[in-house]
């Protein structure tokens, strides 16, 4: 029988099961002592078959497509009209991580995903559209440094040029993917848009201070920021670290030190912008051997386009000038631009007022850091709600969301979908109004 849902508690059979659930995930991985799973790895296959498993037993239909995404469906009880899809909302998030990472980042929003369409279950709601609950295979980039491979095969927009990237490890993606005598274009032929999208919502940590800043449990995304990543090449020239001279050297380590810390200056300089080094290969990296190539990432962010594109070029003239000073070349890659990405008004409202359920007031942010539903939001409506972050720390193991804050998510989303499912928001093949 349904419940009526002004009276709709959480099970708290659910919310355990939640938090043992991220716990087991949290301790899958392929490093020891730490949480690392990159794209298309063994521990990521082993994250995957627990959530088939998991789902079969919410009685979900559970496929791995041919990137490494696991959905798990849903049908609803509506017959469908020949030749017209049925509606579909997806809800996930992603099950890679970065490198030493927190339990929370990703896995919160496919585990309450999960435990939202268990909760719909057991209040014997039945939503006239197909769910999907969604596992997303990368997002982070963390073994090609091009996030988002997941979410942009989910949704057909996964590009051929991208197979010839080459991970740290030396491996193409091409080779990754041409695994067991497959081969990577025909993985790519594989890929589609779902038919009958109406739209997804993701339920993410907040990764920044400010919901526990106003002492809240969860908020509302207004819109995810522009983010640019970029390799930087330096090249100079290997020499005796004994015998060349100081003014002699060509030393490409000292260049590229000197260009971090402008692009520290050049974020410290614009309100709201953010920038990071996180990585840095030296060649050939002995201690008597001056420096003679140097390979950096680079991550840049603002919530404004136009200000990250201006940046940006800034910054290539500053490097440019401060690597010639030095006798050193520089070659900029970009290997990834995203525009900042909007949060769907109606969809938002949906969460918003389930927000207003559990709290007094709701908190709305822009989201610093990237998300699939920024590669979801080329073909449908998105909103993402965000849980409290102890202390803002992210991308590192002290991640933490308490089960409080957690319930209070599963509430929303499950109120959200409930809403959805009654019509309180009009949906169509085409999105919701
Ligand atoms: C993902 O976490 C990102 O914003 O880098
Ligand atoms: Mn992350
Ligand atoms: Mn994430």
Request: hydrophobic share 45%; aromatic share 4%; charged share 25%.
């Given at each position: 029988m ?85 509606p ?74 991208w197979?010839?990237l080459?991970?740290e ?10 695994h ?92 709201g ?139 929303v ?21």
């Amino acid at each position: 029988m349904e419940v009526d849902r002004a009276s709709r508690p959480i099970d708290p059979g659910i919310l355990a099961r939640l938090q043992a659930r991220l716990d087991e995930l949290g301790g899958i991985s392929e490093e020891p002592g730490r949480l690392t799973r990159w794209f298309q790895s063994d521990a990521m296959r082993r994250v995957n078959q627990r959530m088939i498993e998991w789902g079969t037993a919410a009685g979900l239909v559970p496929t791995v497509d041919a990137i490494g995404n696991v959905r798990l469906r849903r049908d609803s009880a509506v017959v469908p009209t020949p030749g017209v899809p049925r509606p579909l909302l997806v809800l996930g998030s992603h099950l890679d991580t970065v490198r030493d990472a927190g339990r929370f980042d990703g896995p919160l929003g496919v585990l309450t995903a999960l435990a939202c369409v268990e909760q719909l279950q057991a209040w014997g709601k039945v939503p006239p559209f197909d769910v999907e609950v969604v596992g997303f295979a990368d997002e982070e980039g963390l073994r090609f440094q091009t996030a988002y491979l997941g979410s942009a095969f989910y949704i057909g927009q996964f590009q051929e040029a991208w197979l010839g990237l080459r991970g740290e490890e030396g491996v193409t993606l091409r080779e990754v993917l041409s695994h067991e005598g497959g081969v990577a274009e025909s993985v790519l032929a594989a890929q589609r848009t779902p038919d009958g999208l109406i739209g997804y919502l993701e339920v993410h940590i907040e990764q920044g201070p400010h919901l526990e800043s106003v002492d809240r449990a969860v908020g509302v995304v207004s819109a995810i920021a522009a983010q640019t990543r970029a390799r930087l090449l330096f090249t100079g020239r290997a020499d005796h670290a004994g015998t060349t001279s100081m003014e002699l050297r060509r030393d490409a380590l000292c260049a590229a030190a000197e260009c971090i810390l402008a692009v520290e200056a050049k974020a410290r300089s614009v309100d709201g912008m953010r920038a990071t080094v996180g990585q840095i290969a030296v060649e050939p990296s002995a201690s008597n051997v001056v420096p003679a190539t140097v390979t950096l990432s680079l991550d840049i962010r603002h919530a404004v386009d136009a200000v990250l594109a201006a940046a940006v070029e800034q910054l290539k003239l500053e490097t440019a000038r401060l690597a010639a000073v030095r006798g050193i070349g520089l070659r900029w890659e970009i290997l990834q631009e995203g525009t900042a990405v909007p949060m769907d008004e109606h969809l938002s409202a949906v969460l918003r007022s389930g927000v207003e359920r559990v709290q007094r007031d709701v908190p709305v942010l822009v989201s610093g850091a990237g998300h699939d539903a920024a590669v979801m939001a080329r073909v449908c409506p998105v909103a993402m709600l965000f849980v409290r972050c102890r202390g803002g720390v992210s991308h590192h193991p002290d991640e933490f969301a308490s089960p409080t804050d957690i319930a209070a998510g599963l509430s929303v989303l499950a109120d959200a979908v409930c809403r959805l499912a009654d019509g309180d928001v009009a949906v169509s093949g085409k999105g919701i109004r």
